[in-house]
């Protein structure tokens, strides 16, 4: 997985509880970006990284913050989980911005209860 | 409407055959083109990667990118059960962000 790693893997949790989720990257690269898959939506972008402390919001960004205070750590927090946010979320890193190859990690299940 | 379309399927083909896989897109502004393959629960690979129009081969995987009528298609030839996965095709302006399509779900019967 392209030295990328996710932390936890699988996490279960209750609504209203906030949550963090790590991605940690020993590749050097400049963007980071965390997405999340659903059945019937594919992959969605949340946020992504575009240096260190520099980021933006993707296309379902409602909910969730991020941030990166490192270039191999990016975070994202779900302040407040609600069910809806169950999912299976990925990190990916890239040093390509303009073409966009990305390689992603293996993934954290989360549950939402 | 999405910006790209892509059938979930799912596919079932017999090990051997020839499997054509696609989506279409809307915006004219994309000039970048990739395929995913994403074993169950693990997270999605790159498989192929081409920038405008034409073809790019690899080994048994071809891609094709056809920007005039806004399709793109990725053929595996010879398909082994090892290639039963979920396919997702993405795509990029160049500003950092790939949009991606639904997947397609894929089974090589032996």
Known sequence: ?113 | QKEVEQDPGPLSVPEGAIVSLNCTYSNSAFQYFMWYRQYSRKGPELLMYTYSSGNKEDGRFTAQVDKSSKYISLFIRDSQPSDSATYLCAMSKGAQKLVFGQGTRLTINP
Request: hydrophobic share 25%; proline share 4%; with cysteine.
């Open chain 1, 1 to 113: 997985d392209a030295g990328i790693t996710q932390s936890p893997r699988h996490k279960v949790t209750e609504t209203g509880t906030p949550v963090t989720l790590r991605c940690h990257q020993t590749e050097n690269h400049r963007y980071m970006y965390w997405y999340r898959q659903d059945p019937g939506h594919g992959l969605r972008l949340i946020h992504y990284s575009y240096g260190v402390k520099d980021t933006d919001k993707g296309e379902v960004s409602d909910g969730y913050s991020v941030s990166r205070s490192k270039t191999e750590d990016f975070l994202l927090t779900l302040e407040s989980a609600t069910s809806s946010q169950t999912s299976v979320y990925f990190c990916a890193i890239s040093d390509r911005g303009l073409d966009n190859e990305q390689f992603f990690g293996p993934g954290t299940r989360l549950t939402v209860l």
